[in-house]
Nanobody, 128 residues
Framework: DVQLVESGGGSVQAGGSLRLSCKASGYTYNGVCMGWFRQTPGKGLEGVAVIFTGGPTPSSIYYADSVKGRFTISRNNGENTVYLQMDSLQPDDTGVYIC???????????????????RGQGTQVTVS
């Protein structure tokens, strides 16, 4: 069975940084679209960033406009892990961050949470 395990959430002051990790296990093929959604009190469920893990170099990288220039998504294929470096955090970034993945390159409609078959439990990020 596929499992996605998130880590790295916590509490930070505005302007601070956090790095989230999502480690995948159980995939038997190379290349999945993997990334982050967040559930926030004000906006509901929102796509944050995704990356395609297949191929020699990172590709199919998408960001929400609200995090461009502040968040960076990256991958470590040897560890089956995707990272989300979050800098210049603001109170609006507070929420539960959920890792999601599916076995295809990231599509243009990557913000559709229902498209992702595999999902983690989520990790809390609080910015005050």
């Amino acid at each position: 069975d596929v499992q996605l395990v998130e880590s790295g959430g916590g509490s930070v002051q505005a302007g601070g940084s956090l790095r989230l990790s999502c480690k995948a296990s159980g995939y038997t093929y190379n290349g999945v679209c993997m990334g982050w959604f967040r559930q926030t009190p004000g906006k509901g469920l929102e796509g944050v960033a995704v990356i395609f893990t297949g191929g020699p170099t990172p590709s199919s990288i998408y960001y929400a406009d609200s995090v461009k220039g502040r968040f960076t998504i990256s991958r470590n294929n040897g560890e089956n892990t995707v990272y989300l470096q979050m800098d210049s955090l603001q109170p609006d970034d507070t929420g539960v961050y959920i890792c999601a993945a599916d076995r295809y390159p990231c599509p243009p409609y990557w913000t559709d949470y229902g498209w992702y078959v595999d999902r983690g439990q989520g990790t809390q990020v609080t910015v005050s």
